[in-house]
């Protein structure tokens, strides 16, 4: 049996003193791949540091859609040159977050204050509002670009911004595929992330109590349409709920969406693992491609980057801690 962990953020700092030891136990759970995911142009080098290091290890390329207005402006270039390494199966994250937006960080004693200062408030935070979102979505619709050019697919953050990310992507789903990453919607959403030929994978949050839209998605997505992810350090699942989430998750959350849908775990992970290696219409395999036409991939990719001695290996680990 093999899993995959399609979501991962192992440049965080909380794997900094111990990440042989986390790789080892996501071995011994099975997930034998992990996709580190990069947030930054300084996190994006990393992930691919990490996988030319560890051959288990393969990265994504992106901005965060929170960190889109802090990057340099010319970002593009650089993320240009990183799809090009071998190792490089996706760009993003990338996306929509408007969680945290100028105009939701509002006071909520702004009754108290003078009407006059309160508005005030109001209008320059929807000016930030419409900047912050200007940034976002023009910096996404750059990875798409990207994305379409290179011939990789995209890993895609949404956050209280489901129509406007969905409104984006349509306009490219016939030239990407997509994952809608960390999914926390309901089965109308999920569908119509399927209808437009793209992909949804499922956190740790799936196995909350308090998440029942999101396992009805679960439950009822295609399986083929389905990922497993443990967005690493974040979002563990029960019963690690609130401690520091690791690959080795994936196995607790695929087994729970396998209890889900009246499967076995071996069968879930044989279905959402198998090689799928569709050809979509410009010719490049879709979704790395698929769950694990990943691991069609990454066997090939494997032998081109594999070439470092162990020693060698073990100097790079010691130089990323």
């Known amino acids: 049996m093999m899993l995959i962990d399609t979501h991962a953020h192992l440049d965080s700092p909380d794997f900094a003193e111990d990440l042989d030891h986390v790789l080892l136990r996501a071995k011994q759970a099975s997930v034998e791949r992990i996709i580190t995911v990069g947030t930054t142009l300084q996190s994006s080098r990393k992930a691919i540091q ?13 901005i965060h859609p929170n960190l889109a207005s802090q990057e340099r ?12 390494h071998p190792k490089v199966v996706a760009v993003g994250e990338t996306g929509l977050d408007y969680y945290r937006l100028a105009s939701g960080q509002e006071e909520s004693d702004v009754s108290q204050t003078a009407f006059g200062a309160a508005s005030f408030t109001t209008i320059e935070n929807e000016i930030r509002d419409e900047a912050e979102i200007a940034a976002q979505s023009a910096a996404f619709e750059q990875h798409l ?8 697919s995209v890993i895609i953050h949404q956050r209280d911004s489901w129509e406007d990310t969905i409104e984006i992507l349509r306009k490219y789903s016939t030239r990407v595929r997509a994952v809608m990453h960390g999914f926390d919607a309901g089965l109308a959403q999920a569908q119509e992330a399927v209808d437009l030929g793209h992909f949804v994978s499922f956190t740790g949050m799936a196995t909350f109590e308090n998440t029942s839209e999101v396992r009805e998605g679960a439950k009822s997505v295609p399986i083929e349409r389905i990922m497993v992810e443990s967005d690493s350090p974040f979002l563990a699942p029960a019963p690690h709920r609130g401690k520091r989430c690791e690959p080795a998750f994936v196995r607790e959350t695929a087994a729970f969406i396998a209890n889900l849908r009246g499967m076995s775990l071996a069968e879930f992970a044989a279905q959402t693992t198998q090689k799928r290696a569709k050809i979509v219409r410009i ?9 694990a036409s990943i691991a069609l991939f990454i066997s090939s990719t494997e032998r081109t980057v594999a070439g470092t001695s162990n020693q060698t290996q073990a100097t790079e680990r010691r130089s990323l801690a």
Request: proline residues 2%.
């Open 283 to 291: 010719g490049y395999v879709g979704f790395f491609g698929s769950i």
């Open 50 to 62: 990490l996988a030319e290091c560890y051959p288990q290890i393969y990265a994504s390329v992106g």
């Open 73 to 84: 402006e010319d970002f593009l270039s650089e993320l240009e040159q990183m799809v090009k």
């Open 145 to 152: 670009e990207l994305a379409a050019a290179a011939g990789k």
